[in-house]
Each structure stands twice: as C-alpha cells, then as structure tokens.
C-alpha cells in the first residue's frame, strides 16, 4: 500500500497527538512539520527524523504532501488551510472549529468548494463510544421522537488560564467558551437529529471574571422541527478535573443520560432508559449490535411494581454502560485515513454513523455559534445565518 504523505501545521497539544497517533498507522507517513515557533518543530523532527518547518507554504512546496493537518489556534485556522488548499493539497484535516467568525468560515468553505480538496474536521466526539452510543439509539427510535436535550461541557478555570502556558490568554482571546466548547456540542446535535437543524437561538453569556474572554455562554437552540435544546459552557468552573461533561435527550419514549466527564463525586456512566421497549429479542440485538461497534453496554430490565409515585415504574428496561468510556482526540482520525484512501465519506471503518463532518458540517456549526454570540451580546433572539 503507497502511504499518504503527511504535513503537520501547529506542533502544540493536539499536532503532538496527530504526530504520535500517525506513528501508529501503516497508512500515513508524517514528511513534515511546522510550527511558527520554528524549535518546536525542530526538536519533533529531530526525534523523527523528519522535516521542520516554520512557513507553511516552505513545507507545501518541499514535500506536496497528500494529507495536511491543521492544529493551529482556534482563531488561526484560516491562513493555513488556504495556503493548503492554494497549494493543490488533495485532503487536508482540520482541526474544530472551521473558524471563529463567519466571514472566515465562508472564505474557507467557497474555497473548498472550488478546488475539490476534501476537507474533514475532527470533530471527535463523534466517534466516542458514549456518543456513538447515542447517535445509534436515537437512529433507531429507541427513545421515540426527541423532545427536549441539554447538554453542559464546561471547562476548569485553569484551561483559559494555564492549559497552554504563557500563550493561555492569547489562545483563550483568540477564542471563547463558545468557539473551543460549543462547537463541540453544536456538532454533536446537529449529528444527532440530522436531517433537522438549528434556526433559532437565544443566549445569554457573562463576562466578570477572565476579562480577556467571555466567562461563558449558555443558549437554547430551536431546530426546524421544534425540538428544543439547551448548550451551556464555562471557562470558569472551579472543580477537581479539567473538564464536566454533561448529556440528557428526553424523546417520547424515553432518555438518554450520560456523565461523560464528570468533575467531581459522580461515576462516569451512560443510560438509554426505554419506556417502551421493543420486545426482550430485539432489544437483545440491539445490545449486540452496540457490541459489536465497540460500545460495551450491558441490558437492564425494570419490572418493579409500582409502589409508590417516585419508584422507576416509566422506566421498563435500560440499555447501560458504567464506567470511562476510553475515548481519545484521536477516535474520529482513524475514519477519516480511511475516508481518504477509500475516497468517501463513509468508509469500512465508519458504516452507520453518516458521512464524515466535512466544511458543511463546519460551517453549519460556525453559523450557530456565530448565532449564540450574537444574541448573547444583543440579549435577543437570533435567526441563525443560512
Ligand atoms: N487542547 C485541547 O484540549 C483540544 C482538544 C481538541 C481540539 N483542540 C483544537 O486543536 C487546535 C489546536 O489546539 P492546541 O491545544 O493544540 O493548541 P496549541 O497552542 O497547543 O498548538 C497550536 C500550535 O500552532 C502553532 N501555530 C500558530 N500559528 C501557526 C501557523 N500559522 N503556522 C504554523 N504553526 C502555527 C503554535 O505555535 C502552536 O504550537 C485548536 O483549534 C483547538 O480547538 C484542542
């Protein structure tokens, strides 16, 4: 098999996370790697015997390499992908979100558009076993139609202030609980109850404590066909770990629950609690059908008789997993090597989940996020940028 060649933009948390999980695949083969902090990226190559760049347009003419990845800051994306897609890269991996503003977004998927290249964004949660999950019990009507959700992925003070050193401040300027967080959960939802999707949104944010950044945004998305779902996050948070994360989807026929990171006292846990269940055999096939996805979840049954008006009577059985659930940055990357080799958005690795997110998924999320900045600043409803 001919191996992608790879180049790497931005060495920091997550290009040291691309570099090492590339090492483990027979697939890809890093040519390249470049960091505007020009000894970074010398001192990656040194250890792997590659090249160091400290101009990405130095790395894209050396080595025209089949495969980009860009980890820069959030609000740095955009002259990085341009200058890839510009250079005739046929495939490039961004990192979330596609951009901080619209305007960028745009300039990015038009240019996507025109050159062909395929552009994937790692969203990856999408490929986390608790999501993954989720998206298979809402595929298949096990809560009914889903009402209402929320969902809270809130970070420890200490991210916007010390996750990346002295450059925390800028990092954290440059983007916001809402860009680095919610584009996260915006993802998510619209991966869930897709075809349906966010036009409306009104939300509030706070800015008293890190002055530098809003503190947080918390806003209610309406989907077009009603569905109700509230997205909070904090940068603020004074906890044990360094993120909570936090899901309910309430549908005709039940909830999905899970403590996806807890940040403090609470168990890591998911829960599909069916209020009617289809019969015990086809409930046993969907329990093997999560198994053989990788998803280890075990079937619970709740025949209590109703004794009193708190018991767990609307409950009638549960599909569960206690315990971490292992997920990785890197769970959706696998995917998406195999998008590019295969030439799809659905390849062997991924049957069932969709086609991988690409620049529409990225701009339809910078469009809500776009959206929950501007009513929070307006404190007004806002029609979400189609
Ligand atoms: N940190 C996390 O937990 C996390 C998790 C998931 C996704 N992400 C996303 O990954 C991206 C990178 O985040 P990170 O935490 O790795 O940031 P980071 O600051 O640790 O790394 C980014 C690197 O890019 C370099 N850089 C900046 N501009 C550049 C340019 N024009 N050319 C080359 N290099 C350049 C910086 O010097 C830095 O080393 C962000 O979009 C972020 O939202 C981060």
């Not at 996805?293 to 008006?309: F, K, M, Q, W």
Request: aromatic fraction near 8%.
């Amino acid at each position: 098999m001919e191996k992608l060649k790879a180049g790497i933009i931005g060495l920091g948390l997550l290009g040291n996370q691309y570099l090492e999980f590339f090492r483990t695949r027979k697939d890809v083969e890093v040519v390249g790697v470049c960091d505007v902090r020009r000894s970074i990226a010398e001192t990656a190559a040194a250890k792997y015997h590659i090249d160091a760049y400290s101009e990405v347009n130095e790395l894209l003419k050396a080595h025209r390499p089949d495969l980009v990845v860009v980890a820069t800051p959030d609000h740095l994306h955009l002259a990085p992908t341009l200058a890839a897609v510009e250079a005739g890269t046929p495939a490039i991996i961004l990192e979330k979100p596609l951009a901080t503003t619209l305007d960028e977004a745009n300039m990015i998927f038009e240019k996507v558009e025109q050159s062909g290249a395929k552009l994937l964004i790692n969203y990856a949660n999408r490929a986390m076993p608790y999501d993954l999950a989720t998206y298979y019990v809402l595929k298949n009507r096990l809560i009914g139609q889903p009402i209402y959700a929320e969902s809270r992925l809130d970070d420890n003070i200490s991210v916007p202030t010390r996750l990346w050193g002295e450059r925390s401040r800028e990092f954290a300027a440059g983007s916001s609980p809402a860009h680095f967080l919610l584009s996260h959960v915006v993802d998510l939802m619209h991966w869930y109850f897709a075809p349906a999707h966010v036009v409306d949104v009104f939300a509030i944010s706070q800015e008293r404590v890190l002055g530098f950044t809003p503190d947080l945004f918390d806003a209610f998305l309406i989907f077009d066909n009603g569905l109700k779902v509230r997205v909070k996050a904090e940068w603020i948070k004074h906890m044990d770990q360094i993120v909570e994360y936090y899901t309910c989807i309430t549908g005709e026929q039940g909830s999905i629950i899970y403590n996806k990171r807890p940040g403090f006292g609470v168990q890591e846990s998911w829960r599909a609690n069916l209020s009617a269940p289809p019969p015990d055999s086809v409930l046993q096939e969907h329990h093997q059908h999560l198994g053989e996805r990788g998803i280890d979840t075990r079937l619970a049954y709740h025949y209590r008789p109703v004794t009193t008006a708190y018991d767990a009577s609307t409950v009638r059985a549960s599909l569960e997993h206690i315990g971490p659930d292992q997920a990785t940055g890197m769970m959706l990357v696998g995917p998406m090597l195999d998008a590019i080799t295969e030439d799809t958005l659905t390849p062997s690795s991924w049957r069932d989940c969709g086609p991988l997110p690409t620049h529409w998924d990225g701009l339809r999320q910078v469009q809500v996020v776009q959206a929950i900045l501007d009513s929070a600043y307006r404190n007004a409803p806002v029609a979400v940028k189609q």
